[in-house]
């Protein structure tokens, strides 16, 4: 599948991936959640109203409010993600945070090595490098995925380095 280089040429894409963090609550479950803590809280507040505890209520929509903002946060951030392409020309690593910020980098196929640094446990990632530079992705993975992710691109790399299938014989 072509696509356009930056310097004008058409390049193939030999791996793409795009990773995003997980997250398990989508929209409908955020909703459901805050609507069963709103109900749940003017419960709350309506008992200790009916007790003359009325000092409570605010007490409540606090509670009501720091989860609100707590899953806001957390859907921000869930906007974060990390592309990387492989193409004839080259690697690019592509990192999108939160506000939309992105960082880009390039590496030249050839010589850049793929490092799994702590497969089994949580936070590892894995590590491009090439030539004194270096650069992580997929921190926010899980181990298997990590893992996954790092044998479909070094098996990619590899592909890239053979040379290319003779000709066949015509006749």
Request: charged share 20%; glycine share 8%; hydrophobic share 45%.
């Amino acid at each position: 599948m072509p696509s356009d280089d930056p310097d004008g040429g058409a390049s193939r894409v030999l791996f793409d991936a795009i990773l995003h963090p997980h997250r398990s609550l989508g929209r409908g479950g955020r909703r459901a959640l805050m609507a069963v803590v709103v109900v749940a809280n003017l419960v709350i507040g309506g008992v200790f109203w009916a007790l003359g505890a009325w000092p409570v209520i605010p007490f409540c929509g606090l509670d009501v409010l720091a989860l609100w903002l707590a899953l806001r946060i957390n859907t921000r951030a869930a906007n974060q993600y990390e592309q990387v392409r492989l193409t004839d020309a080259d690697l690019m690593v592509k990192r999108v945070d939160a506000r939309a910020r992105v960082w880009q980098t390039r590496f030249h196929p050839y010589w850049l090595r793929v490092h799994h640094s702590h497969p089994d446990e949580p936070g590892g990632e894995v590590t491009l490098s090439s030539h004194g530079r270096s650069v992580g992705v997929g921190s926010f993975l899980s181990p298997d995925e990590r893992a996954a992710f790092a044998t479909a691109l070094d098996d990619a790399l590899r592909a890239w380095r053979r040379p290319p299938c003779p000709p066949a014989p015509a006749g």
